[in-house]
């Protein structure tokens, strides 16, 4: 089934809500880097709530999550736009810590319980916007709700989940965000919030192959929802050896001599996909020319 996110109105347009089907996006990452299952439910929450909220800003306009803990993870940094694309890296790929006492992936040991929480949104205005929080929690959703109601103001519900193959391989990946608008009577936030406490994790749910809308309707108790947009998600980098060779370029000339003297080339790699890139001495050279003020 191809990724996708739907965002609905519910109780009479009081709840606005969220909830994406994020496997194949989760398991694209996962294949890039090469991560261990603790590091992959780390990364993997980290890009379901990167595409939760990357949904509430329009097309164009991208953002940038930051979690910097105290844990093995060291960091985990994530890009997302309103056009359903996501990307991002975590620091140490390679963490498979023993599971916690619940029985499940101990993303807080990996990701730490002091720290940073940051976004970053870029909205094509003069100053980006950018907010942070503490580490409230390591296990990262919980991150994601006291970010939004302590920097936005937005009293939320955030649930992330990757559910991992023994193989590390991802089984399936999901998420769902509900924020209670202004003026949303008791009686609706209180039945949410008991169906929230009664609802498994999203993870297991798409393992039994509801759809996004069905999640949604049980989370929310109601049939009535009110579906504004199906976006299709997926795991896409935009970076490009022409991209990479403007950072070469920006290392002046000197620096791109020593390269050519030394390496004989070089190579970059891309941290938020892994993608490689390749330069030749001739390629080199080029670059040289142009940081010297070349054509
Ligand atoms: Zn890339």
Same mark, same amino acid.
């Given at each position: 089934? %191809?990724?996708?996110?739907? &965002? ?31 590091? @992959?439910?780390? !990364? ?15 097309? +164009? +306009?991208?953002? *940038? ?14 890009? =997302?736009?309103?056009?359903?694309? /996501? ?7 390679? $963490?498979? !810590? ?20 940051? /976004? ?6 003069? #100053? ?8 409230? @929690?390591? %296990? ?7 970010? !939004?109601?302590? @920097? #936005? ?17 991802? &089984? *399936? ?13 008791? #009686?609706?936030?209180?039945?949410? #919030?008991?169906?929230?406490? &009664? ?6 749910? $798409? +393992? ?8 949604? &309707?049980?989370?929310?108790? *109601? ?16 970076? @490009?050896?022409?991209?990479?060779? %403007? ?14 003297? %030394?390496?004989?080339? =070089? ?29």
């Amino acid at each position: 089934m %191809e990724d996708y996110l739907v &965002k609905a109105l519910a109780h009479n347009g009081f709840v606005r809500a969220y909830a994406v089907q994020a496997t194949n996006t989760v398991a694209e990452a996962q294949r890039r880097h090469d991560t261990w299952h603790t590091s @992959s439910a780390a !990364l993997g929450r980290t890009l379901v709530g990167g595409l939760l909220l990357g949904a509430t800003v329009k097309g +164009d +306009d991208k953002l *940038t999550i930051r979690i910097q803990g105290d844990g093995p993870a060291k960091g985990i940094v994530v890009d =997302a736009n309103g056009k359903g694309e /996501v990307k991002g890296y975590i620091q140490n790929p390679h $963490l498979s !810590l023993p599971l916690n006492e619940a029985g499940k992936i101990d993303v807080r040991g990996a990701v730490g319980t002091q720290g940073m929480f940051s /976004v970053t949104k870029d909205l094509g205005l003069k #100053e980006p916007f950018s907010g942070q929080t503490p580490i409230v @929690s390591g %296990e990262i959703a919980e991150d994601f709700t006291y970010y !939004l109601a302590i @920097s #936005e103001q937005i009293p939320s519900a955030v649930g992330l989940s990757v559910l991992v193959n023994t193989d590390d391989s991802i &089984k *399936t990946a999901g998420g769902f965000m509900i924020q209670i608008m202004p003026g949303a009577d008791e #009686e609706t936030i209180a039945q949410i #919030e008991e169906q929230l406490k &009664k609802t498994p994790r999203i993870s297991t749910l $798409l +393992d039994e192959g509801l759809t996004p809308e069905e999640i949604l &309707k049980g989370l929310l108790g *109601t049939e009535e929802l009110n579906i504004l947009e199906k976006l299709t998600v997926q795991f896409k980098c935009d970076c @490009s050896k022409e991209k990479f060779g %403007e950072a070469i370029i920006a290392l002046g000339a000197d620096e791109i001599q020593a390269m050519i003297d %030394e390496d004989h080339g =070089a190579e970059a790699v891309c941290s938020f996909c892994n993608n490689k890139y390749e330069y030749s001495e001739d390629e080199l050279t080029a670059l040289k020319e142009e940081a010297l003020g070349g054509n």
